[in-house]
């Protein structure tokens, strides 16, 4: 059963066959609703209908910067990168930044390929956008990518008084000291020039640190330090480490299974931040699942922190599961794991306790009830701890 799959909006299927006929006047449609309204409407429709949605937009540049990072991503890829310009020019250089976290990375390996993507769609959203991405990414992913793609050589300083250096075969230079020609047959680097260019001509050093880390750093030991940087900003989004993660699968001995912690308040999350829209939850009396159905009896705000940490336990499982961070597909699956497995924890202790469901979970942390669920599939937790490669121990997804 599908819980959290969107499904077309009424009104963004409205707007959408209105611009079949009259372009301008869907346009006008959709710039009646605020933009907060706006952003709402884009994350709620199907992410392959987004890009025909977002082009009516009429002021893309107060829209787009509003998107949570994840569903531009998500966005940006239904699109394809080097189509997308027109979307990434509007783009803040934190979203660029996360769509290059989420998306350019394979478990602990950076993917040149994948990076090479996002910098196309940079390059074609601008001198100016391309630059200011330069600048929000920690420079040693730049150079992960410049290992992949250029080899650079550089003048000696006596060059002028030998005969013997000539520059390498093929290379091209913009100040006459640093060489690079590609490394892969059809490579122009043309997209790589701008970027160079531009940091030439603003900022001498930002390009001298460019042009000599592939002289001088060795790509595992950049690798290592650009992954502790994504590391950290995926973890500021909610995506903790693997190994962190994984603890969600942690056996818990059966003797301890019907055991409640202290009693105190845990519903008291505030100012959770998703990189996703929040999904609507069908939280009713009557649900299928027993964490919605006993969520549907907790007041207002009890069941807004709920709904937080419910996403925040979405979040580890995808991480567990190594899920890629940036297909569409992998928040609704774990957002589903999550309900089932915590559902399970849930009615196993309100069964031993003889309490109600939303007594629980006012006294038990959701993590809790997901591992007492868990507990209840061993299989699935062997194969998640199984799953976990050594150098993937400290990593936050795939």
């Known amino acids: 059963m599908s819980l959290v799959r969107p499904t077309l909006p009424d009104r963004a299927a409205r707007i959408l066959e209105k611009a079949r006929s009259d372009r301008e006047a869907a346009k006008a449609a959709l710039a009646e609703l605020s933009v907060d309204g706006q952003v709402a409407l884009l ?4 992410v392959a209908r987004r890009a025909a949605l977002l082009s009516l937009v009429a002021a893309p540049e107060l829209v787009i910067p509003r998107i ?3 569903e531009l991503c998500f966005i940006v890829k239904a ?6 310009g027109w979307v990434m020019e509007h783009a803040s250089n934190e979203q660029m930044v996360a769509c290059i976290d989420l998306d350019a990375w394979s478990g602990s390996r950076f993917s040149p390929e994948r990076f090479g993507e996002w910098w196309l769609a940079a390059a074609d959203a601008g001198p100016e956008t391309l630059v200011g991405w330069f600048h929000a990414l920690d420079p040693e992913t730049l150079i992960l990518a410049l290992h992949d793609r250029i080899d650079v050589a550089l003048k000696p300083a006596d060059a002028t008084d030998r005969e013997d250096w000539v520059p390498p075969a093929g290379s091209q230079t913009l100040e006459g000291n640093f060489y690079y020609r590609a490394r892969h047959e059809g490579d122009d680097l043309a997209e790589l020039t701008v970027l160079l260019k531009c940091l030439f001509e603003a900022n001498y050093w930002d390009y001298f640190r460019v042009m000599h880390g592939p002289l001088q750093e060795l790509p595992i030991e950049t690798e290592e330090w650009a992954l502790r940087w994504r590391r950290g900003r995926l973890e500021d989004q909610g995506f903790p480490p693997r190994e962190e993660a994984a603890a969600l699968f942690a056996r818990i001995e059966p003797e301890d299974l019907d055991t409640l912690p202290d009693e105190k308040p845990v519903l008291d999350v505030g100012g959770f931040r998703l990189p996703v829209w929040a999904p609507r939850i069908p939280v009713a009396p009557d649900a299928e699942h027993a964490l919605l159905a006993a969520a549907a009896r907790l007041s207002e705000d009890e069941r807004s922190a709920f709904l937080e940490r419910l996403f925040s336990v979405a979040n580890k499982v995808a991480v567990a599961y190594g899920l890629p961070l940036s297909d569409v597909e992998s928040v609704p699956t774990a957002i589903e794991d ?3 497995l915590a559902s399970r924890g849930l009615e196993e202790l309100s069964r031993a306790k003889g309490l109600s469901g939303d007594a629980v979970l006012r006294r038990v942390p959701l993590e809790h ?3 007492v669920g868990a507990s209840f599939h061993p299989d699935r937790a062997r194969r998640v701890l199984a799953e976990i490669p050594d ?3 400290d990593e936050p997804g795939a």
Do not use: K, Q, Y
């Open 391 to 393: 150098d993937d121990a």
């Open 79 to 84: 699109i394809g990168p080097s189509d997308a």
């Open 68 to 70: 949570p990072e994840a």
């Open 338 to 340: 999550a309900i089932v």
């Open 43 to 46: 994350c709620e429709t199907p």
């Open 369 to 371: 009830l997901f591992r």
